[in-house]
């Protein structure tokens, strides 16, 4: 299979097929519009490759995903750092015991952030979302590094996003910033500037610190999803790696992506307020007369359980048992779960839980307020927002993305006199 057809007004045209290395199949269009004067129209993108890329690899169907071909589950079972998987996405191998040394100093020395920047924690309003701050702080970077070195930028991003979020989060509940420690894990530096007070000692628990290099990497990339294209589509224009990443931390923000994991526990503490009746919220999910989706399930690709949502519903389990927590939502959950499994509706429609559905829940039995979920979930994200950064830039076939459009306004009509 070389080339695809398309018959257009009685006339034949030939195009192009690309094939991936696991046997995807793309009909290249590029010069759709030059040979034939058309466009494709696809709202939502979902049959637009918008590149190549050799970082990630879903098969929905299946519910697999792979970093670099590497499979996640056997990632995560692996022990690796958080910040080797970061490396592998962004540079394509594993790093040798000296790249390691050398990118986790990199990452201590450019982890705190220039002290004028602690200022501006000060004039958000309180009740500010720390997804705002976030995206606010990564785009000033650009004002405070504008040497335009793209490679430390990466490192400094990476380095500092957690910084910055956790000092949002100490604003937020006033209690004095804490600067990040060069001996601890990336995830433990999360947890400690959190949670770390001047009053009192504080141990990050290792139950914790394991769960949320567990949940990091997960969350590390997930190919051409809402916020990563975003980044792509920004840094397409030549605009700098902070001002992408930033964007794409707004694109994350949503509730129908990265925003979800905050919706589900606010989901969960609705359907327990109201006495516990998962049922009658499975029931709303499917009326086509309410707005209200079951947050946490279905996906654009999957079509399958998320295999991340396999592995954080064994974890949540362990976890909230090893803290002692029990927790009545998890509870809620594993009903809802369950329910919309044997549902028609949810069978039919192949809407499976996501990553989004237990991630919440593991926040929350870490101490994690909230609104700080889809924060984490930008700090887990980052790597792979930077290896697609960075393989854009690197790619010969990237132009600035500028989609067209269908144009169904007036025709040109007369100016009524003014
Ligand atoms: N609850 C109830 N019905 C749903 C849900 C849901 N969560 N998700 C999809 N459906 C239904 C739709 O109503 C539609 O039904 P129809 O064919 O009768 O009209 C059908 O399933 C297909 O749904 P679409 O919205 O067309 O699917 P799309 O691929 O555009 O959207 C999305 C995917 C946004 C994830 C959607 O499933 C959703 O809104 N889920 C809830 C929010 C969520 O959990 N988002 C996190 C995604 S994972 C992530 O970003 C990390």
């Known amino acids: 299979m070389s080339t695809a057809k398309l018959v257009?007004?009685?006339?034949?045209?030939?195009?192009?097929?690309?094939?991936?290395?696991?046997?995807?199949?793309?009909?290249?269009?590029?010069?759709?519009?030059?040979?034939?004067?058309?466009?494709?129209l696809d709202p939502g993108y979902g049959n637009t490759g918008s590149c190549e890329s050799a970082i990630t690899y879903i098969d929905g169907e299946r519910g697999i995903l792979r970093y670099r071909g590497y499979p996640i589950e056997k990632i995560v079972e692996s022990g690796a750092r958080f910040i080797e998987v970061a490396y592998l996405l962004i540079y394509g191998k594993w790093p040798s015991a000296e790249e390691y040394a050398s990118f986790s100093k990199l990452m201590t020395?450019?982890?705190?952030?220039?002290?004028?920047?602690?200022?501006?924690?000060?004039?958000?309003?309180?009740?500010?979302?720390?997804?705002?701050?976030?995206?606010?702080?990564?785009?000033?970077?650009?004002g405070f590094y504008p040497d335009g070195d793209e490679e430390l930028n990466m490192i400094r991003v990476l380095a500092k996003a957690k910084t910055i979020s956790a000092y949002a989060y100490k604003k937020s509940i006033g209690e004095p910033f804490v600067y990040p420690k060069p001996d601890l894990s990336y995830p433990a530096n999360i947890l400690h500037m959190m949670f770390a007070h001047p009053m009192e000692d504080y141990q990050v628990p290792p139950v914790m610190e394991e769960a949320l290099r567990m949940l990091l990497i997960l969350h590390a990339d997930h190919e051409q999803n809402c916020s990563t294209s975003t980044v792509r589509m920004v840094g397409s224009s030549g605009a700098s790696l902070f001002a992408s990443i930033s964007a794409g931390v707004c694109a994350l923000w949503g509730p129908l992506h990265g925003g979800a994991n905050q919706e589900v526990i606010q989901m969960l503490e609705r359907i327990r307020d109201d006495g516990g009746d998962y049922k009658k919220y499975v029931a709303m999910a499917k009326d086509k007369d309410s707005d209200f989706r079951l947050m946490g399930f279905g996906h654009r690709v999957y079509k399958n359980y998320d295999p991340r949502a396999r592995i954080l519903k064994e974890q949540a389990d362990k976890v909230l048992e090893l803290v002692g927590v029990k927790d009545p939502l998890l509870d809620i959950a594993k009903h809802l779960e369950e329910v919309a499994l044997n549902d028609d509706y949810f069978i039919e429609r192949k809407l499976y839980p996501n990553v989004d559905f237990y991630s919440g829940i593991l926040y929350k039995a870490m101490g994690i307020p909230t609104n700080m979920f889809t924060v984490m979930f930008a700090l887990g994200r980052m790597p792979g927002w930077i290896a697609h950064w960075k393989e854009m830039k690197e790619d010969p076939a990237t132009r600035i993305n500028r989609p067209r459009q269908i144009y169904t306004g007036?025709?040109?009509?007369e100016v009524p006199p003014r």
Request: aromatic share 8%; no cysteine.
């Open 410 to 413: 007036p025709t040109e009509r």
């Open 109 to 142: 020395q450019h982890s705190i952030i220039h002290e004028d920047m602690k200022n501006f924690f000060n004039h958000f309003p309180p009740m500010t979302h720390p997804m705002a701050i976030l995206s606010a702080m990564v785009a000033s970077l650009s």
């Open 8 to 40: 257009l007004e009685g006339k034949e045209y030939e195009f192009p097929v690309v094939v991936g290395s696991e046997n995807e199949v793309g009909i290249d269009i590029t010069s759709l519009r030059a040979k034939t004067g058309a466009i494709t």
